[in-house]
């Protein structure tokens, strides 16, 4: 078994792993600092690549996609929502979105990552099952039935839901 060379993989990959960063994070040099991140972390861990376990995709995929979690862990925005957001009805549906919004972010909280991950790929990314299928390295009917078992969590997690 032959080691794949970084070199290769970085040219194979490179505008792969920077198009999926860019769809999920907003700053381009952010993202540039982590398709970085993504690499260097291959470089280290190339050793212990281990072809029958996964394709090389799979394994570099995975990287990217735990990098891209773990940028998100560090770079969690301290304001959800603006104050000065517009409002038709006034300050009480203002307030009524907030404690919607405050209710959607603790239950997705409670969700395990690969169904919090369904639910931000498929309703934040705007993604179909089909491809969040791809992206996770699942089958379509695997994504279907988590999508399914994450909303019910949702519902079952939000009082306002069940109003």
Not at 56 to 72: A, E, K, M, P, Q
Not at 134 to 141: A, E, N
């Amino acid at each position: 078994m032959t080691r794949p060379d970084i070199a290769e993989i970085y040219t194979q990959y490179r505008g792969k792993v920077f198009s999926y960063i860019r769809a999920r994070i907003s700053s381009y040099a952010d993202a540039e600092d982590l398709c970085a991140d993504v690499f260097e972390k291959i470089l280290i861990k190339l050793d212990t690549y281990d072809s029958e376990k996964a394709a090389l995709s799979t394994w570099v995929y995975t990287i990217t996609r735990n990098c891209v979690i773990d940028f998100f862990r560090r770079n969690r925005p301290q304001d959800e929502l603006s104050e000065d957001m517009p409002s038709e009805d006034g300050v009480d549906e203002d307030l009524l979105n907030r404690e919607t919004l405050s209710e959607l972010a603790a239950a997705l909280k409670l969700l395990p990552e690969t169904l919090r991950e369904i639910i931000v790929l498929r309703y934040y990314d705007g993604k179909p099952l089909t491809e969040i299928a791809k992206i996770m390295g699942l089958s379509y009917g695997a994504v279907k039935l988590r999508h399914n078992a994450a909303l019910e969590k949702l519902h079952q997690a939000m009082p306002s839901a069940q109003r």
